[in-house]
């Protein structure tokens, strides 16, 4: 299926197309980054996941959803290739627990040059905010947020994020991530009771200073140092997915899985 680029540029508020270069990149991260939701209510829905590209395109541009990890960054890749960047997918594990997962988060690496840049809008909305450098000690900060890329054993490489002090995001290596790689994974992370999205519902959007996110019925809005914290009503659901985060389903509440908290 030919990428509808017009469509997409449309969807994620770009009204020209983005170079294939450094700034195009950094462009069309932030324009995806900031349009499409990170969520996994499919999954919440009894849902299958689909990764081929008319279903990605048709779910995230055309019925104006958002995804996980393995959706948006697979419409990011599509993108990307459409844009005639260099790129390809890498599988990494997730560290925010101890010890980390299987290789179940997918990113994106953009050869420029001689530099190779990881590009992920897949995250969620704590998930990097600019593309970064594959480079040992790489780091940047902008509006208080941070990441930076190490060389570290027996991981390869891994992306720390800033919260008062570096965290182990994810972790990956660069070897060769083949389509049935990801399918696995996603089949796993979809699927598995063992699985963060199989267990609650999760949304979250990055704002400019912060991120707005609803974990099964909890509300949280981050405004800089403010963090505003609520229970969201079932009765209110739909309307607070919507209104906070653009998505409209043609669902009940009832639709969803039970889900714990």
Not at 20 to 44: C, V
Not at 168 to 188: L, M, T
Not at 199 to 221: A, C, E, F, H, Y
Not at 225 to 240: G, I, Y
């Amino acid at each position: 299926m030919e990428f509808p680029l017009a469509d997409y540029l449309q969807r994620i508020g770009l009204d020209s197309v983005p170079a294939a270069d450094r700034q195009g990149l950094s462009q069309l991260h932030h324009a995806q980054f900031f349009s499409i939701p990170f969520e996994n209510l499919d999954i919440q829905l009894g849902r299958l996941i689909k990764l081929d590209s008319r279903s990605l395109i048709d779910k995230l541009i055309y019925k104006k959803r958002g995804g996980y990890c393995f959706e948006l960054n697979g419409l990011l890749l599509m993108a990307l290739e459409t844009l005639g960047f260099s790129a390809r997918p890498l599988l990494a594990r997730v560290h925010l627990e101890d010890p980390p997962s299987g290789r179940t988060h997918q990113v994106n690496a953009v050869q420029l040059g001689s530099e190779t840049w990881l590009i992920d809008a897949g995250f969620g909305a704590g998930g990097p905010r600019f593309p970064m450098l594959m480079k040992d000690g790489w780091s940047h900060m902008q509006g208080g947020f941070g990441f930076r890329v190490l060389r570290k054993e027996p991981y390869g490489w891994i992306v720390q994020s800033w919260e008062s002090s570096w965290k182990d995001s994810y972790s990956f290596e660069e070897g060769w991530v083949s389509g049935p790689d990801i399918e696995v994974a996603n089949f796993y992370t979809s699927h598995s009771p063992q699985s963060h999205f199989t267990t609650m519902r999760t949304v979250s959007k990055p704002t400019d200073n912060g991120r707005t996110s609803l974990q099964n019925q909890v509300l949280t809005i981050l405004h800089g140092d403010s963090e505003q914290v609520r229970e969201v009503e079932e009765s209110e659901t739909l309307d607070v997915l919507a209104r906070e985060f653009g998505l409209n389903l043609t669902v009940n509440f009832s639709d969803f899985r039970p889900v714990k908290g």
